[in-house]
Nanobody, 126 residues
Framework: QVQLVESGGGLVQAGGSLRLSCAAS????????RGWFRQAPGKEREFVAT????????YYADSMKGRFTISRDNAKNTVYLQMNSLKPEDTAVYYC???????????????????WGQGTQVTVSS
């Protein structure tokens, strides 16, 4: 069984930074893409960023461009999300997800991801 385990969430003041990590454990699996999503209270889960595992291509939601950076460590099978200039509206539970088959759909679409982590809380105070 594959597990994705997020870490690095916490409480930070507006303007601060956090780095989230998502490590894969369990049986060996390959990802076409690994992404981050977030869900704020009372809102739908939304796309944040994703990285194509083999080529390293990255995609971001418009509101995160320039502030968030997604990266990966192939050897550790881990994906990171560096979040800078955080705003109170970034407060949410952040989820890591894996797309194991390209045929599942566009990598910016939540439905394209078939393995999910449990999430990590990020709270940005004003």
């Amino acid at each position: 069984q594959v597990q994705l385990v997020e870490s690095g969430g916490g409480l930070v003041q507006a303007g601060g930074s956090l780095r989230l990590s998502c490590a894969a454990s369990g049986r060996t699996f390959s990802s076409y893409a690994r992404g981050w999503f977030r869900q704020a209270p009372g809102k739908e889960r939304e796309f944040v960023a994703t990285i194509i595992w083999s080529g390293g291509y990255t995609y971001y939601a418009d509101s995160m461009k320039g502030r968030f950076t997604i990266s990966r460590d192939n050897a550790k099978n881990t994906v990171y999300l560096q979040m800078n200039s955080l705003k109170p509206e970034d407060t949410a539970v952040y989820y890591c997800a894996a797309n194991t088959r390209r045929s599942l759909g566009p990598v910016t679409n939540i439905r394209a991801y078939d393995i999910w982590g449990q999430g990590t809380q990020v709270t940005v105070s004003s």
